[in-house]
């Protein structure tokens, strides 16, 4: 039985770039990790294009410069990271498959709550938020 993305999961997802012309595969790919679902404003648009899928299920998202930020809100930041590029995309293309959905510790749902609204104490209270 698979698991599906839900909220309060660890969901692990394997993103890979696509050059926009060939649709071809330009890297390996690299995992994308987040806790599904704790923002406290609701749900995003990426959280809602990834909601109930299942390990093994795969998807296309093709989006703008302009398009990223409020289609990732909270998780905008963690995913320019994971991108690891200077500057936005004009485009963004890429595959999206889902390694796997988990139970997240504690630890790991407190620090995600902190980060979706903004702060937390940054470690000096061992709140688990840094």
Do not use: W
């Amino acid at each position: 039985m698979s698991k599906n993305i839900s909220p309060s999961k660890k969901v692990n997802l394997l993103l890979r770039n696509e050059d926009s012309e060939t649709g071809i595969h330009e890297e390996p790919g690299r995992v994308f990790s987040f806790i599904y679902g704790v923002a406290g404003n609701g749900l995003v648009p990426f959280e809602l294009t990834v909601a109930g899928k299942a390990v093994g299920d795969t998807f296309i998202l093709h989006l703008t410069q302009e398009e990223l930020q409020p289609f990732f809100a909270h998780l905008f930041r963690p995913f320019m990271r994971h991108l690891d590029t200077p500057a936005l995309p004009l485009e963004l293309h890429f595959t999206v498959t889902v390694l796997s959905v988990e139970d997240p510790d504690e630890r790991e749902i407190v620090k995600a709550m902190a980060a979706a609204v903004g702060g937390g104490c940054h470690g000096g209270c061992d709140c688990g938020c840094h």
